[in-house]
Protein backbone atom coordinates (compact mmCIF):
# COMPACT_ATOMS: atom_id res chain seq x y z
CA UNK A 1 0.00 0.00 0.00
CA UNK A 2 1.52 2.99 1.47
CA UNK A 3 5.35 3.61 2.05
CA UNK A 4 6.20 2.54 5.44
CA UNK A 5 8.39 4.10 8.61
CA UNK A 6 10.55 2.05 9.82
CA UNK A 7 10.68 2.05 13.35
CA UNK A 8 13.44 -0.47 14.26
CA UNK A 9 17.27 0.08 11.95
CA UNK A 10 17.68 -3.48 12.91
CA UNK A 11 14.16 -5.12 11.70
CA UNK A 12 15.88 -7.46 9.14
CA UNK A 13 18.28 -9.08 11.85
CA UNK A 14 15.05 -9.47 14.32
CA UNK A 15 12.68 -10.78 11.87
CA UNK A 16 14.94 -13.53 10.90
CA UNK A 17 16.10 -14.27 14.24
CA UNK A 18 12.20 -14.22 15.20
CA UNK A 19 11.41 -16.72 12.55
CA UNK A 20 14.43 -19.31 13.19
CA UNK A 21 12.67 -19.37 16.38
CA UNK A 22 9.82 -21.13 15.47
CA UNK A 23 10.17 -24.82 15.13
CA UNK A 24 7.29 -25.62 12.86
CA UNK A 25 8.16 -23.53 10.05
CA UNK A 26 11.30 -25.65 10.10
CA UNK A 27 9.38 -28.52 10.40
CA UNK A 28 7.49 -27.82 7.07
CA UNK A 29 10.68 -26.29 5.07
CA UNK A 30 9.62 -22.93 4.88
CA UNK A 31 11.85 -19.93 4.35
CA UNK A 32 11.94 -16.61 4.11
CA UNK A 33 12.19 -15.25 0.42
CA UNK A 34 11.83 -11.25 0.40
CA UNK A 35 11.49 -8.94 2.88
CA UNK A 36 11.41 -5.39 3.23
CA UNK A 37 8.98 -3.25 5.35
CA UNK A 38 5.81 -4.04 5.44
CA UNK A 39 6.54 -6.89 3.56
CA UNK A 40 7.25 -10.68 3.85
CA UNK A 41 7.37 -13.13 1.46
CA UNK A 42 7.52 -16.83 2.72
CA UNK A 43 8.18 -20.33 0.47
CA UNK A 44 7.88 -23.95 1.00
CA UNK A 45 8.62 -26.69 -1.70
CA UNK A 46 5.54 -29.80 -1.67
CA UNK A 47 6.63 -32.79 0.33
CA UNK A 48 4.28 -35.39 0.10
CA UNK A 49 3.81 -35.38 3.99
CA UNK A 50 2.57 -32.02 3.77
CA UNK A 51 -0.06 -33.57 1.25
CA UNK A 52 -3.72 -33.83 1.37
CA UNK A 53 -6.06 -36.45 0.22
CA UNK A 54 -5.50 -35.44 -3.49
CA UNK A 55 -1.33 -34.37 -3.00
CA UNK A 56 -1.82 -30.88 -2.80
CA UNK A 57 -0.73 -28.64 0.10
CA UNK A 58 -3.09 -29.10 2.97
CA UNK A 59 -4.98 -26.70 3.67
CA UNK A 60 -3.32 -26.22 6.56
CA UNK A 61 0.50 -25.24 5.24
CA UNK A 62 -1.32 -22.58 3.13
CA UNK A 63 -2.92 -20.75 6.42
CA UNK A 64 0.45 -21.76 8.45
CA UNK A 65 2.44 -19.77 5.19
CA UNK A 66 -0.70 -16.97 5.07
CA UNK A 67 -0.45 -16.50 8.72
CA UNK A 68 3.72 -16.31 9.52
CA UNK A 69 3.96 -14.19 6.04
CA UNK A 70 1.36 -11.94 7.60
CA UNK A 71 3.00 -11.63 11.02
CA UNK A 72 6.46 -11.13 9.58
CA UNK A 73 5.56 -8.51 7.85
CA UNK A 74 4.15 -6.85 10.62
CA UNK A 75 7.41 -7.29 12.18
CA UNK A 76 9.58 -5.54 9.38
CA UNK A 77 7.63 -2.49 11.20
CA UNK A 78 7.55 -2.44 14.91
CA UNK A 79 9.99 -0.68 17.51
CA UNK A 80 12.89 -2.24 19.37
CA UNK A 81 10.92 -3.82 22.18
CA UNK A 82 7.80 -4.57 20.40
CA UNK A 83 6.33 -7.57 19.09
CA UNK A 84 3.11 -9.10 17.49
CA UNK A 85 0.96 -11.78 18.53
CA UNK A 86 -1.67 -12.94 15.95
CA UNK A 87 -5.44 -12.12 17.04
CA UNK A 88 -7.42 -13.71 14.31
CA UNK A 89 -7.39 -14.57 10.73
CA UNK A 90 -9.95 -15.20 7.96
CA UNK A 91 -8.64 -16.88 5.06
CA UNK A 92 -10.43 -17.91 1.38
CA UNK A 93 -9.18 -20.63 -0.33
CA UNK A 94 -9.48 -19.71 -4.43
CA UNK A 95 -8.30 -23.05 -6.10
CA UNK A 96 -6.43 -26.37 -5.28
CA UNK A 97 -2.71 -25.67 -3.45
CA UNK A 98 -1.14 -28.00 -6.38
CA UNK A 99 2.10 -27.29 -7.84
CA UNK A 100 5.90 -27.58 -6.68
CA UNK A 101 6.41 -24.66 -4.33
CA UNK A 102 3.76 -22.72 -2.24
CA UNK A 103 4.11 -18.97 -1.97
CA UNK A 104 3.14 -16.62 0.64
CA UNK A 105 3.08 -12.69 0.27
CA UNK A 106 2.14 -10.96 3.30
CA UNK A 107 1.45 -6.90 3.24
CA UNK A 108 0.67 -4.38 5.87
CA UNK A 109 -2.20 -2.54 5.76
CA UNK A 110 -2.00 -0.71 8.83
CA UNK A 111 0.70 -0.94 11.38
CA UNK A 112 -1.37 0.84 14.08
CA UNK A 113 -0.55 1.92 17.89
CA UNK A 114 -2.64 -1.35 19.23
CA UNK A 115 -3.63 -3.07 16.25
CA UNK A 116 -1.52 -4.38 12.84
CA UNK A 117 -3.82 -5.24 9.72
CA UNK A 118 -2.28 -7.16 6.96
CA UNK A 119 -3.19 -9.35 4.30
CA UNK A 120 -1.31 -12.15 2.31
CA UNK A 121 -2.38 -14.17 -1.06
CA UNK A 122 -1.19 -17.41 -1.04
CA UNK A 123 0.03 -18.96 -4.59
CA UNK A 124 0.84 -22.63 -6.44
CA UNK A 125 3.89 -22.53 -8.66
CA UNK A 126 3.15 -25.43 -10.87
CA UNK A 127 5.70 -25.94 -14.34
CA UNK A 128 6.85 -22.35 -13.51
CA UNK A 129 3.44 -20.81 -13.07
CA UNK A 130 2.05 -19.13 -10.03
CA UNK A 131 -1.70 -19.44 -9.24
CA UNK A 132 -3.53 -17.61 -6.75
CA UNK A 133 -4.87 -20.34 -4.27
CA UNK A 134 -5.86 -18.48 -1.06
CA UNK A 135 -5.97 -14.99 0.18
CA UNK A 136 -5.87 -13.95 4.28
CA UNK A 137 -6.91 -10.83 6.07
CA UNK A 138 -5.56 -10.74 9.33
CA UNK A 139 -5.28 -8.94 12.88
CA UNK A 140 -2.45 -8.20 15.06
CA UNK A 141 -1.90 -6.46 18.56
CA UNK A 142 1.08 -5.22 19.41
CA UNK A 143 2.83 -6.46 22.65
CA UNK A 144 6.17 -5.95 24.78
CA UNK A 145 8.53 -8.19 23.50
CA UNK B 1 -27.11 -27.19 17.96
CA UNK B 2 -30.31 -28.97 16.58
CA UNK B 3 -30.27 -32.78 16.19
CA UNK B 4 -29.69 -33.30 12.77
CA UNK B 5 -30.47 -36.16 9.96
CA UNK B 6 -27.77 -38.41 9.00
CA UNK B 7 -28.46 -38.69 5.18
CA UNK B 8 -25.57 -41.37 4.43
CA UNK B 9 -26.01 -44.72 7.56
CA UNK B 10 -21.96 -45.51 6.24
CA UNK B 11 -21.02 -42.28 7.59
CA UNK B 12 -18.56 -43.08 9.97
CA UNK B 13 -16.69 -45.19 7.83
CA UNK B 14 -16.84 -42.64 5.32
CA UNK B 15 -15.12 -40.25 7.58
CA UNK B 16 -12.57 -42.41 8.99
CA UNK B 17 -11.40 -43.61 5.70
CA UNK B 18 -11.50 -39.69 4.15
CA UNK B 19 -9.56 -38.74 7.12
CA UNK B 20 -6.95 -41.27 6.70
CA UNK B 21 -6.47 -40.32 2.89
CA UNK B 22 -5.02 -36.95 4.45
CA UNK B 23 -1.59 -37.51 4.48
CA UNK B 24 -0.54 -34.13 6.98
CA UNK B 25 -2.72 -34.82 9.30
CA UNK B 26 -0.42 -37.98 9.93
CA UNK B 27 2.30 -35.79 9.67
CA UNK B 28 1.51 -33.77 13.01
CA UNK B 29 0.14 -37.05 14.57
CA UNK B 30 -3.42 -35.87 14.92
CA UNK B 31 -6.49 -38.59 15.01
CA UNK B 32 -10.70 -38.53 15.65
CA UNK B 33 -10.98 -38.98 19.25
CA UNK B 34 -15.04 -38.44 18.90
CA UNK B 35 -17.46 -38.49 16.21
CA UNK B 36 -21.06 -38.07 15.72
CA UNK B 37 -23.36 -36.65 13.42
CA UNK B 38 -22.94 -32.84 12.98
CA UNK B 39 -19.60 -33.25 15.54
CA UNK B 40 -16.10 -34.16 15.26
CA UNK B 41 -12.83 -34.24 17.98
CA UNK B 42 -9.58 -33.86 17.02
CA UNK B 43 -6.95 -34.55 19.69
CA UNK B 44 -2.63 -34.43 18.91
CA UNK B 45 -0.05 -34.64 21.21
CA UNK B 46 2.60 -31.74 21.80
CA UNK B 47 5.40 -32.49 20.15
CA UNK B 48 8.93 -29.57 20.07
CA UNK B 49 8.88 -29.85 15.64
CA UNK B 50 4.79 -28.49 15.91
CA UNK B 51 5.77 -25.66 18.76
CA UNK B 52 6.56 -22.44 18.32
CA UNK B 53 8.57 -19.39 19.55
CA UNK B 54 7.49 -20.25 22.99
CA UNK B 55 7.06 -23.87 22.84
CA UNK B 56 3.47 -23.70 22.81
CA UNK B 57 1.54 -25.16 19.69
CA UNK B 58 2.47 -23.47 16.76
CA UNK B 59 -0.64 -21.63 15.51
CA UNK B 60 -0.84 -23.06 11.65
CA UNK B 61 -1.52 -26.90 14.11
CA UNK B 62 -4.44 -24.76 16.19
CA UNK B 63 -6.02 -23.66 12.34
CA UNK B 64 -5.43 -27.34 11.23
CA UNK B 65 -7.02 -28.90 13.39
CA UNK B 66 -9.68 -26.34 13.67
CA UNK B 67 -10.51 -26.81 10.43
CA UNK B 68 -10.37 -30.64 9.75
CA UNK B 69 -12.44 -30.80 12.83
CA UNK B 70 -15.32 -27.91 10.93
CA UNK B 71 -15.09 -30.24 7.89
CA UNK B 72 -15.43 -33.84 9.38
CA UNK B 73 -17.82 -32.81 11.42
CA UNK B 74 -19.61 -31.59 8.31
CA UNK B 75 -19.16 -35.00 6.05
CA UNK B 76 -20.96 -36.60 8.98
CA UNK B 77 -23.94 -35.29 7.37
CA UNK B 78 -23.02 -35.17 3.44
CA UNK B 79 -25.03 -37.43 0.74
CA UNK B 80 -23.44 -40.68 -0.18
CA UNK B 81 -21.45 -39.42 -3.39
CA UNK B 82 -21.43 -36.05 -2.01
CA UNK B 83 -18.27 -34.31 -0.46
CA UNK B 84 -17.22 -30.89 1.45
CA UNK B 85 -14.52 -28.44 0.26
CA UNK B 86 -12.82 -25.67 2.65
CA UNK B 87 -14.41 -22.46 1.25
CA UNK B 88 -13.02 -20.37 4.28
CA UNK B 89 -12.87 -19.66 7.86
CA UNK B 90 -12.01 -17.27 10.11
CA UNK B 91 -10.26 -18.51 13.62
CA UNK B 92 -9.46 -15.73 16.74
CA UNK B 93 -6.79 -16.83 18.96
CA UNK B 94 -7.93 -16.46 22.70
CA UNK B 95 -5.35 -17.74 24.81
CA UNK B 96 -1.15 -19.43 23.79
CA UNK B 97 -1.92 -22.57 23.30
CA UNK B 98 0.30 -24.59 26.02
CA UNK B 99 -0.12 -27.88 27.43
CA UNK B 100 0.20 -31.76 26.39
CA UNK B 101 -2.57 -32.09 24.17
CA UNK B 102 -4.45 -30.19 21.44
CA UNK B 103 -8.24 -30.82 21.21
CA UNK B 104 -10.42 -29.61 18.71
CA UNK B 105 -14.21 -30.14 18.59
CA UNK B 106 -16.41 -29.18 15.43
CA UNK B 107 -20.08 -28.82 15.05
CA UNK B 108 -22.22 -28.07 11.90
CA UNK B 109 -24.33 -25.05 12.54
CA UNK B 110 -26.49 -25.37 8.94
CA UNK B 111 -25.57 -28.55 6.82
CA UNK B 112 -27.61 -26.65 3.37
CA UNK B 113 -27.61 -28.06 -0.12
CA UNK B 114 -25.46 -25.44 -1.20
CA UNK B 115 -23.00 -24.60 1.99
CA UNK B 116 -22.26 -25.93 5.17
CA UNK B 117 -21.69 -23.93 7.95
CA UNK B 118 -19.63 -25.27 11.13
CA UNK B 119 -17.93 -24.05 14.17
CA UNK B 120 -14.94 -25.23 15.96
CA UNK B 121 -13.03 -24.54 19.44
CA UNK B 122 -9.71 -25.49 20.00
CA UNK B 123 -8.34 -26.41 23.84
CA UNK B 124 -4.81 -27.31 25.22
CA UNK B 125 -4.72 -29.49 27.44
CA UNK B 126 -2.01 -29.16 30.57
CA UNK B 127 -2.33 -31.29 33.79
CA UNK B 128 -5.47 -32.51 32.85
CA UNK B 129 -7.20 -29.15 32.88
CA UNK B 130 -8.59 -27.65 29.65
CA UNK B 131 -8.35 -24.17 28.14
CA UNK B 132 -9.84 -22.76 25.48
CA UNK B 133 -7.47 -21.66 22.93
CA UNK B 134 -9.33 -20.72 19.84
CA UNK B 135 -12.82 -20.71 18.26
CA UNK B 136 -13.21 -20.93 14.33
CA UNK B 137 -16.27 -20.50 12.10
CA UNK B 138 -15.75 -22.34 8.98
CA UNK B 139 -18.19 -22.23 5.19
CA UNK B 140 -17.86 -25.22 3.14
CA UNK B 141 -18.96 -26.04 -0.22
CA UNK B 142 -20.99 -28.91 -1.18
CA UNK B 143 -19.35 -30.74 -4.18
CA UNK B 144 -19.27 -34.00 -5.67
CA UNK B 145 -17.09 -36.65 -4.57
CA UNK C 1 -19.47 -19.38 28.50
CA UNK C 2 -18.07 -18.23 32.34
CA UNK C 3 -19.29 -16.35 34.91
CA UNK C 4 -17.49 -12.74 34.04
CA UNK C 5 -15.79 -10.19 36.74
CA UNK C 6 -17.83 -6.78 36.96
CA UNK C 7 -15.12 -3.98 37.13
CA UNK C 8 -17.67 -1.20 37.11
CA UNK C 9 -20.64 -1.37 38.92
CA UNK C 10 -22.31 1.41 36.98
CA UNK C 11 -21.96 -1.09 33.90
CA UNK C 12 -25.66 -0.61 33.05
CA UNK C 13 -25.86 2.94 33.44
CA UNK C 14 -23.20 3.40 31.17
CA UNK C 15 -23.88 0.69 28.33
CA UNK C 16 -27.46 2.28 28.11
CA UNK C 17 -25.42 5.73 28.23
CA UNK C 18 -23.30 5.08 25.32
CA UNK C 19 -26.25 3.78 23.21
CA UNK C 20 -28.38 6.20 23.58
CA UNK C 21 -25.50 8.55 21.77
CA UNK C 22 -25.43 6.04 18.62
CA UNK C 23 -27.73 8.27 16.52
CA UNK C 24 -27.56 5.30 13.87
CA UNK C 25 -29.36 3.28 16.61
CA UNK C 26 -32.19 4.94 16.60
CA UNK C 27 -32.49 5.21 12.91
CA UNK C 28 -33.25 1.81 12.26
CA UNK C 29 -35.53 1.40 15.65
CA UNK C 30 -33.03 -0.65 17.82
CA UNK C 31 -33.92 -1.25 21.43
CA UNK C 32 -31.94 -3.09 23.94
CA UNK C 33 -33.84 -5.81 25.25
CA UNK C 34 -31.25 -7.23 27.41
CA UNK C 35 -28.37 -6.87 29.65
CA UNK C 36 -26.37 -8.52 32.02
CA UNK C 37 -22.50 -8.88 32.49
CA UNK C 38 -20.87 -10.66 28.99
CA UNK C 39 -24.01 -10.25 27.57
CA UNK C 40 -26.55 -7.84 25.46
CA UNK C 41 -29.74 -8.52 23.26
CA UNK C 42 -31.18 -6.15 20.51
CA UNK C 43 -34.12 -6.09 18.94
CA UNK C 44 -35.62 -4.05 15.82
CA UNK C 45 -38.92 -4.68 14.62
CA UNK C 46 -39.24 -4.72 10.65
CA UNK C 47 -40.22 -2.00 8.60
CA UNK C 48 -39.90 -1.92 4.66
CA UNK C 49 -37.66 0.75 4.95
CA UNK C 50 -35.03 -1.65 6.50
CA UNK C 51 -35.76 -4.19 3.66
CA UNK C 52 -33.73 -5.35 0.42
CA UNK C 53 -35.11 -7.07 -2.48
CA UNK C 54 -37.52 -9.57 -1.04
CA UNK C 55 -39.09 -7.70 1.78
CA UNK C 56 -36.60 -9.38 4.34
CA UNK C 57 -34.21 -7.48 6.80
CA UNK C 58 -31.47 -6.25 4.90
CA UNK C 59 -27.95 -8.07 5.44
CA UNK C 60 -26.92 -4.52 6.44
CA UNK C 61 -29.33 -4.02 9.27
CA UNK C 62 -28.34 -8.10 10.29
CA UNK C 63 -24.65 -7.08 10.41
CA UNK C 64 -25.25 -3.56 12.48
CA UNK C 65 -27.33 -5.67 15.40
CA UNK C 66 -24.92 -8.40 15.48
CA UNK C 67 -21.81 -5.94 15.88
CA UNK C 68 -23.78 -3.98 18.27
CA UNK C 69 -24.75 -6.75 20.13
CA UNK C 70 -21.20 -7.65 20.42
CA UNK C 71 -19.94 -4.18 21.79
CA UNK C 72 -22.42 -3.59 24.13
CA UNK C 73 -21.96 -7.03 25.41
CA UNK C 74 -18.62 -6.16 25.94
CA UNK C 75 -18.86 -2.69 27.30
CA UNK C 76 -20.71 -4.38 30.43
CA UNK C 77 -17.10 -5.53 31.45
CA UNK C 78 -14.72 -2.86 30.96
CA UNK C 79 -13.14 -0.90 33.62
CA UNK C 80 -14.44 2.85 34.27
CA UNK C 81 -12.59 4.85 32.17
CA UNK C 82 -12.43 2.54 29.08
CA UNK C 83 -14.13 1.87 25.92
CA UNK C 84 -14.08 -0.62 22.94
CA UNK C 85 -13.83 0.08 19.35
CA UNK C 86 -14.25 -2.86 16.54
CA UNK C 87 -11.20 -4.01 15.08
CA UNK C 88 -13.18 -6.16 12.98
CA UNK C 89 -15.79 -8.90 12.73
CA UNK C 90 -16.92 -11.98 10.74
CA UNK C 91 -20.59 -12.60 9.85
CA UNK C 92 -21.70 -15.87 8.28
CA UNK C 93 -25.53 -15.81 7.06
CA UNK C 94 -27.69 -18.88 7.88
CA UNK C 95 -31.27 -18.12 6.66
CA UNK C 96 -33.36 -15.81 5.36
CA UNK C 97 -33.80 -12.64 8.07
CA UNK C 98 -37.60 -12.89 7.13
CA UNK C 99 -40.10 -11.73 9.97
CA UNK C 100 -41.44 -9.14 11.97
CA UNK C 101 -38.86 -8.74 14.83
CA UNK C 102 -34.65 -8.94 14.59
CA UNK C 103 -33.25 -10.46 17.81
CA UNK C 104 -29.77 -10.14 18.38
CA UNK C 105 -27.71 -11.22 21.20
CA UNK C 106 -24.25 -10.97 21.92
CA UNK C 107 -21.61 -12.99 24.66
CA UNK C 108 -18.26 -12.23 25.35
CA UNK C 109 -15.98 -14.95 24.63
CA UNK C 110 -13.05 -13.37 26.15
CA UNK C 111 -12.10 -9.96 28.17
CA UNK C 112 -8.82 -9.82 27.55
CA UNK C 113 -6.54 -6.41 28.58
CA UNK C 114 -5.31 -5.48 25.07
CA UNK C 115 -8.53 -7.00 22.98
CA UNK C 116 -12.26 -8.71 23.60
CA UNK C 117 -13.62 -11.59 21.45
CA UNK C 118 -17.26 -11.70 21.35
CA UNK C 119 -19.53 -13.65 19.72
CA UNK C 120 -23.29 -13.21 18.62
CA UNK C 121 -26.37 -14.80 16.70
CA UNK C 122 -29.19 -13.03 15.19
CA UNK C 123 -32.80 -14.67 15.24
CA UNK C 124 -35.68 -13.77 13.15
CA UNK C 125 -39.13 -13.66 14.53
CA UNK C 126 -41.67 -14.97 12.43
CA UNK C 127 -45.19 -15.82 13.88
CA UNK C 128 -43.65 -15.70 16.91
CA UNK C 129 -40.83 -18.33 16.80
CA UNK C 130 -37.69 -17.87 16.70
CA UNK C 131 -35.18 -18.75 13.22
CA UNK C 132 -31.41 -18.29 13.50
CA UNK C 133 -30.23 -16.10 10.58
CA UNK C 134 -26.60 -15.09 11.16
CA UNK C 135 -23.82 -15.50 13.11
CA UNK C 136 -20.91 -13.66 13.78
CA UNK C 137 -17.45 -13.45 15.46
CA UNK C 138 -16.00 -9.77 16.51
CA UNK C 139 -12.61 -8.22 18.12
CA UNK C 140 -12.68 -5.23 19.95
CA UNK C 141 -9.98 -3.15 20.96
CA UNK C 142 -9.88 -1.68 24.40
CA UNK C 143 -9.47 1.90 24.36
CA UNK C 144 -9.09 5.08 26.81
CA UNK C 145 -12.74 6.28 26.87
CA UNK D 1 -7.46 -8.42 -10.35
CA UNK D 2 -7.84 -9.82 -14.15
CA UNK D 3 -9.81 -9.44 -16.90
CA UNK D 4 -13.23 -10.68 -16.46
CA UNK D 5 -15.33 -13.15 -18.34
CA UNK D 6 -18.89 -11.65 -19.37
CA UNK D 7 -21.65 -13.89 -19.55
CA UNK D 8 -24.13 -11.34 -19.64
CA UNK D 9 -24.19 -8.51 -21.95
CA UNK D 10 -27.38 -6.72 -20.48
CA UNK D 11 -25.08 -6.87 -16.61
CA UNK D 12 -25.60 -3.30 -16.32
CA UNK D 13 -29.35 -3.32 -16.77
CA UNK D 14 -29.87 -6.31 -14.60
CA UNK D 15 -26.96 -4.59 -11.92
CA UNK D 16 -28.67 -1.20 -11.77
CA UNK D 17 -32.44 -2.81 -11.70
CA UNK D 18 -31.49 -5.42 -8.74
CA UNK D 19 -29.70 -2.46 -6.29
CA UNK D 20 -33.23 -0.32 -7.32
CA UNK D 21 -35.02 -3.26 -5.46
CA UNK D 22 -32.94 -3.05 -2.48
CA UNK D 23 -34.82 -0.54 -0.27
CA UNK D 24 -32.48 -0.05 2.24
CA UNK D 25 -30.13 1.36 0.00
CA UNK D 26 -32.67 4.09 -0.42
CA UNK D 27 -33.10 4.60 3.21
CA UNK D 28 -29.63 5.16 3.44
CA UNK D 29 -29.05 7.33 0.26
CA UNK D 30 -26.33 5.02 -0.93
CA UNK D 31 -25.88 5.29 -5.28
CA UNK D 32 -23.72 3.36 -7.80
CA UNK D 33 -21.67 5.62 -8.61
CA UNK D 34 -19.02 2.88 -11.11
CA UNK D 35 -19.91 -0.36 -12.35
CA UNK D 36 -17.85 -2.20 -15.09
CA UNK D 37 -17.35 -6.33 -14.84
CA UNK D 38 -16.27 -7.47 -11.76
CA UNK D 39 -16.31 -3.94 -10.41
CA UNK D 40 -18.70 -1.78 -8.39
CA UNK D 41 -18.42 1.63 -6.44
CA UNK D 42 -21.08 2.89 -4.20
CA UNK D 43 -21.11 6.58 -2.61
CA UNK D 44 -23.19 7.83 0.12
CA UNK D 45 -23.18 11.17 1.60
CA UNK D 46 -23.23 11.84 5.38
CA UNK D 47 -26.44 12.47 7.06
CA UNK D 48 -26.38 12.66 10.88
CA UNK D 49 -28.95 9.88 11.06
CA UNK D 50 -26.56 7.32 9.90
CA UNK D 51 -23.66 8.62 12.65
CA UNK D 52 -22.29 6.70 15.66
CA UNK D 53 -21.50 8.51 18.68
CA UNK D 54 -18.47 10.57 17.56
CA UNK D 55 -20.74 11.65 14.35
CA UNK D 56 -18.86 9.71 11.94
CA UNK D 57 -20.67 7.10 9.68
CA UNK D 58 -22.10 4.17 11.65
CA UNK D 59 -20.07 0.84 11.30
CA UNK D 60 -22.89 -0.51 10.17
CA UNK D 61 -23.30 1.66 7.02
CA UNK D 62 -19.35 1.00 6.26
CA UNK D 63 -20.37 -2.61 6.82
CA UNK D 64 -23.85 -2.44 4.56
CA UNK D 65 -21.64 -0.57 1.66
CA UNK D 66 -18.80 -2.82 1.70
CA UNK D 67 -20.91 -5.86 1.80
CA UNK D 68 -22.99 -4.59 -1.07
CA UNK D 69 -20.54 -3.06 -3.41
CA UNK D 70 -19.07 -6.21 -2.99
CA UNK D 71 -22.11 -8.14 -4.03
CA UNK D 72 -23.22 -6.06 -7.28
CA UNK D 73 -19.57 -6.42 -8.39
CA UNK D 74 -20.16 -10.24 -8.57
CA UNK D 75 -23.44 -9.46 -9.82
CA UNK D 76 -21.92 -7.94 -13.21
CA UNK D 77 -20.53 -11.35 -13.59
CA UNK D 78 -23.09 -13.91 -13.50
CA UNK D 79 -25.14 -15.44 -16.05
CA UNK D 80 -28.15 -14.27 -17.14
CA UNK D 81 -31.00 -16.35 -15.07
CA UNK D 82 -28.07 -16.64 -11.90
CA UNK D 83 -27.55 -14.45 -8.65
CA UNK D 84 -25.73 -13.82 -5.59
CA UNK D 85 -26.67 -14.69 -2.01
CA UNK D 86 -24.01 -13.04 0.98
CA UNK D 87 -22.66 -16.73 2.15
CA UNK D 88 -20.42 -14.69 4.46
CA UNK D 89 -17.92 -11.57 4.95
CA UNK D 90 -15.17 -10.29 7.42
CA UNK D 91 -14.96 -6.45 7.82
CA UNK D 92 -11.67 -5.09 9.48
CA UNK D 93 -12.35 -1.05 10.23
CA UNK D 94 -9.30 0.57 9.91
CA UNK D 95 -9.61 4.40 10.70
CA UNK D 96 -12.84 6.23 11.31
CA UNK D 97 -15.44 6.74 8.59
CA UNK D 98 -14.88 10.36 9.57
CA UNK D 99 -15.98 12.79 5.79
CA UNK D 100 -18.64 13.79 3.87
CA UNK D 101 -18.70 10.95 1.80
CA UNK D 102 -18.33 7.03 2.07
CA UNK D 103 -17.43 5.42 -0.91
CA UNK D 104 -16.51 1.59 -1.03
CA UNK D 105 -15.08 -0.06 -4.08
CA UNK D 106 -15.35 -3.85 -3.94
CA UNK D 107 -14.12 -6.31 -7.02
CA UNK D 108 -14.58 -9.76 -7.58
CA UNK D 109 -11.27 -11.88 -7.03
CA UNK D 110 -12.58 -15.11 -8.19
CA UNK D 111 -15.83 -15.80 -10.05
CA UNK D 112 -16.60 -19.82 -9.23
CA UNK D 113 -19.22 -21.87 -10.37
CA UNK D 114 -20.75 -22.53 -7.20
CA UNK D 115 -18.66 -19.29 -5.34
CA UNK D 116 -18.01 -16.11 -5.65
CA UNK D 117 -15.10 -14.03 -3.86
CA UNK D 118 -14.65 -10.52 -3.89
CA UNK D 119 -13.06 -7.78 -2.08
CA UNK D 120 -13.81 -4.47 -1.26
CA UNK D 121 -12.11 -1.37 -0.07
CA UNK D 122 -14.37 1.48 1.74
CA UNK D 123 -12.72 5.24 1.86
CA UNK D 124 -14.18 8.43 3.54
CA UNK D 125 -13.84 11.29 1.79
CA UNK D 126 -12.90 14.61 3.89
CA UNK D 127 -12.26 17.82 2.90
CA UNK D 128 -11.42 16.14 -1.05
CA UNK D 129 -9.01 13.45 0.32
CA UNK D 130 -9.60 9.97 0.33
CA UNK D 131 -8.91 7.80 3.76
CA UNK D 132 -9.05 4.16 3.82
CA UNK D 133 -11.49 3.32 6.87
CA UNK D 134 -12.18 -0.68 6.29
CA UNK D 135 -11.46 -3.33 3.89
CA UNK D 136 -13.79 -6.82 3.33
CA UNK D 137 -13.41 -9.98 2.01
CA UNK D 138 -16.41 -11.89 1.29
CA UNK D 139 -18.08 -15.09 0.08
CA UNK D 140 -21.03 -15.61 -2.19
CA UNK D 141 -22.90 -18.66 -3.25
CA UNK D 142 -24.28 -18.67 -7.16
CA UNK D 143 -28.22 -19.09 -7.30
CA UNK D 144 -31.08 -19.15 -9.28
CA UNK D 145 -32.28 -16.09 -9.99
Known amino acids: MDEFTVRNEQYEAYVREH ?31 LGQQHGFFHGGIVATLADTANGHAGLTLVEQGQ ?38 DVFARQNGAEKLCATSLAT ?5 R
Open 19 to 49: YASVRFMDTIGATITALRPGFCELSAPFRKD
Open 83 to 120: GLITVEYKINFISPAAGELLIARGEVLKPGRRVYISRS
Open 140 to 144: WAVIP
